[in-house]
């Protein structure tokens, strides 16, 4: 059953159109990835999806429409965005950023919760929680990013780039976090990475986005076992 579903997509920046009619589904609980080459449109099909760029087409989510709706409405139905260098602010303390995250709820015992919970994913951010952003490691402010994202309680999760920058072992340890949540929360999760073998390491689907266009979708099996997908972005045979 799609839960998100994606129709003719078109989406760009002012008179230069660089999504070109994007069809894709993802089914409620997933991980989905999406992969493509410097450029593809993938940082724009995430900002369409959160109502951070202006799109066309359909874009649904549990049967509700999203397209065209701002950013705020968009959060507050349940999609939570990442965006690629985080979007943490940098003079504020991780549990200012993790509060802002709340911003679409009511104070009270269900915020507190959701705190606790955060840092039950994120050991590292509860020692710091009165610690400035700016004073992070990069995987802390990855970790803070996602913890902000959680406190929206999202039933989608939206991640640009979450390993750029990171270590390969932070890396890993993100990914085996945001696959705990994804397994615990039942948050669907759609990734775009530059690391396709982490990203069809997690997901159960993935999406091969080339200038503004899906070329080619399946199970993750199905697009590691592509011959052109191993050669551009897994780098064998
Ligand atoms: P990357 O992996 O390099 O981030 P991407 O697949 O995420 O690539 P996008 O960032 O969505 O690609 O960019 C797609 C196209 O849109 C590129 O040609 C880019 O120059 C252009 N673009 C991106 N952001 C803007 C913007 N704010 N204003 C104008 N053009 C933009």
Same mark, same amino acid.
């Given at each position: 059953?799609?839960?998100?579903?994606?129709?003719?997509?078109?989406?760009?920046?002012?008179?230069?159109?660089? *999504?070109?009619?994007?069809?894709?589904?993802?089914?409620?609980? /997933?991980?989905?990835?999406?992969? $493509?080459?410097? $450029?593809?449109?993938?940082?724009?099909?995430?900002?369409?999806?959160?109502?951070?760029?202006?799109?066309?087409?359909?874009?649904?989510?549990?049967?509700?429409?999203?397209?065209?709706?701002?950013?705020?409405?968009?959060?507050?139905?349940?999609?939570?965005?990442?965006?690629?260098?985080?979007?943490?602010?940098?003079?504020?303390?991780?549990?200012?950023? *993790?509060?802002?995250?709340?911003?679409?709820?009511?104070?009270?015992?269900?915020? /507190?919760?959701?705190?606790?919970?955060?840092?039950?994913?994120?050991?590292?951010?509860?020692?710091?929680?009165?610690?400035?952003?700016?004073? *992070?490691?990069?995987?802390?402010?990855?970790?803070?990013?996602?913890?902000?994202?959680?406190?929206?309680?999202?039933?989608?999760?939206?991640?640009?780039?979450?390993?750029?920058?990171?270590?390969?072992?932070?890396?890993?340890?993100?990914?085996?976090?945001?696959?705990?949540?994804?397994?615990?929360?039942?948050?669907?999760?759609?990734?775009?990475?530059?690391?396709?073998?982490?990203?069809?390491?997690?997901?159960?689907?993935?999406?091969?986005?080339?200038?503004?266009?899906?070329?080619?979708?399946?199970?993750?099996?199905?697009?590691?076992?592509?011959?052109?997908?191993?050669?551009?972005?897994?780098?064998?045979?």
């Amino acid at each position: 059953m799609s839960f998100l579903v994606v129709e003719g997509l078109v989406a760009g920046y002012g008179e230069a159109r660089v *999504l070109h009619g994007v069809d894709l589904s993802v089914a409620e609980g /997933e991980i989905c990835a999406i992969l $493509g080459p410097n $450029g593809a449109g993938k940082t724009t099909l995430l900002r369409a999806l959160s109502g951070m760029v202006r799109a066309r087409g359909v874009i649904r989510l549990g049967g509700t429409a999203l397209t065209g709706r701002p950013p705020d409405a968009v959060a507050r139905l349940g999609v939570a965005h990442v965006p690629e260098g985080r979007g943490t602010f940098m003079p504020l303390t991780v549990e200012e950023n *993790l509060r802002l995250g709340a911003f679409v709820r009511r104070r009270g015992r269900e915020v /507190e919760d959701d705190l606790d919970r955060v840092c039950t994913y994120f050991p590292p951010l509860r020692d710091r929680l009165g610690q400035v952003a700016g004073s *992070l490691s990069g995987g802390e402010q990855q970790m803070l990013a996602l913890g902000r994202a959680l406190m929206l309680r999202p039933r989608v999760l939206l991640l640009d780039e979450p390993s750029l920058g990171l270590a390969p072992l932070v890396t890993r340890e993100l990914f085996r976090i945001v696959q705990a949540i994804n397994q615990e929360e039942r948050t669907t999760v759609v990734v775009v990475e530059q690391n396709a073998h982490l990203a069809l390491g997690v997901a159960r689907q993935a999406h091969v986005l080339e200038t503004g266009r899906i070329v080619l979708s399946g199970t993750a099996e199905r697009i590691r076992a592509d011959e052109q997908v191993a050669q551009s972005y897994l780098g064998y045979r």
